[in-house]
């Protein structure tokens, strides 16, 4: 399950960024004027308000998860997450946790 994040994670690099470079391209290379374009009416307001809302608690998440767990790669999600987007970011943290549940679950039983 573990490459199956990866690859989710790869995917919500690409095919988000094709669409974002495009825009580029065919407009400005001017992030505020993508900003604006993301409040262009109350669809993509609601979207990309989805996304930041969901941007911050995962996050969170990682903040509190990681010092638990020791799993210092996850932190890496973060700004994947800002960066690339949600896309990107949630598999790639699921990713770097699947990895600590496999070790774990190998790891003797001590009683």
């Known amino acids: 399950m573990r490459y199956v994040f990866l690859l989710l994670a790869i995917w919500g690099t690409i095919h ?3 669409y974002f470079i495009t825009w580029f391209q ?4 001017s992030i505020m004027a993508m900003v604006d374009a993301w409040h262009a009416n109350a669809a993509t307001s609601g979207l990309t308000w989805d996304l930041t809302i969901a941007a911050v608690a995962l996050t969170i998440w990682i903040l509190i998860e990681v010092p638990k767990t020791k799993n210092y ?5 973060i700004p994947a997450t800002f960066c690339i987007g949600v896309s ?3 598999p790639l943290y699921l990713f770097f946790r699947e ?3 496999v070790i ?5 039983v001590r009683v």
């Open 88 to 90: 990107c970011g949630l």
């Open 73 to 77: 790669y996850g932190l890496v999600a």
């Open 99 to 101: 990895r600590i549940i």
């Open 26 to 29: 065919e407009n400005t290379w």
């Open 104 to 108: 774990r679950d190998r790891s003797p």
């Open 16 to 18: 988000p960024m094709y």
